[in-house]
């Protein structure tokens, strides 16, 4: 499987219901080079906030079992600057419990800036 998610052109991180980053592909990690993702919550590794992000998109997946979408505007690594499309994604159990959320991230900035 990490060879499938490491094939991709998007970032892929997994998170578990803490928010702790339990995988990250090498897309993902050259987006945040500054920082050794797996094992620190995201809001710290992405966000470098202490908590936990207000309207936090991957807890609201893990509540509602839902999609969600939407962009940030990163500010720092080699991608500052740059504004990257995020989806979050439940992974249910065979119970259909909701276990961790999948993070995708994708660079969405115009070289040309049209």
């Keep these: 499987m990490e060879a499938i998610f ?4 998007d970032g892929v991180t997994i998170l578990d219901s803490n928010m702790t980053i339990v995988f990250a592909n090498k897309v993902q990690k050259k987006m945040f080079p500054e920082v050794n993702l797996i094992g620190d919550h995201c809001f710290f590794a992405y966000y470098r906030k202490n908590k936990i992000c207000r309207d936090c998109p991957a807890l609201k997946t893990m509540q ?3 999609i969600l979408r ?3 505007l ?3 690594g080699d991608y500052k600057g740059r504004y990257l499309e995020w989806t979050t994604s439940p992974i249910k159990n065979p119970f259909g419990k909701v276990e961790e959320i999948i993070l995708l991230m994708r660079d969405v900035h115009d070289p040309e800036g049209k």
């Design 74 to 76: 990163v500010s720092t």
């Design 6 to 9: 490491d094939s991709m052109s």
């Design 70 to 72: 939407g962009e940030i």
């Design 64 to 66: 509602s079992q839902e």
